[in-house]
Nanobody, 116 residues
Framework: QVQLVESGGGLVQPGGSLRLSCAAS????????MSWYRQAPGKERELGATISSSGTRTNVADSVKDSFTISRDNPKNVVYLQMNSLTPEDTAVYYCNAAWAFQVYWGQGTQVTVSS
């Protein structure tokens, strides 16, 4: 069964860091453009960061450009989101997305809560 599985979420204090991982099962991520989205309570899902299939190009939303980094390890079939200097405004469910041609896959999401 084709799946994307996110991990690494949890509770962190303001100013802390987390690294999210997105692993694929039953398909290879290397041809896919990968993205991280997030959805805060009561808000629409928003794009956080995108990385090209080769990993040579990235795009990060202006709101998190100074604190989030997206990367990928194609041999390991994993995509990462490094999040630093977290604030309560970063509290959300974070989703991994894979897109190629007409194929789009979503993970189930991982909760990130930033609170003291």
């Amino acid at each position: 069964q084709v799946q994307l599985v996110e991990s690494g979420g949890g509770l962190v204090q303001p100013g802390g860091s987390l690294r999210l991982s997105c692993a694929a099962s039953e398909f290879t991520l290397s041809r896919y453009v990968m993205s991280w989205y997030r959805q805060a309570p009561g808000k629409e899902r928003e794009l956080g960061a995108t990385i090209s299939s080769s990993g040579t190009r990235t795009n990060v939303a202006d709101s998190v450009k100074d604190s989030f980094t997206i990367s990928r390890d194609n041999p390991k079939n994993v995509v990462y989101l490094q999040m630093n200097s977290l604030t309560p405004e970063d509290t959300a469910v974070y989703y991994c997305n894979a897109a190629w041609a007409f194929q789009v896959y979503w993970g189930q999401g991982t909760q990130v809560t930033v609170s003291s």
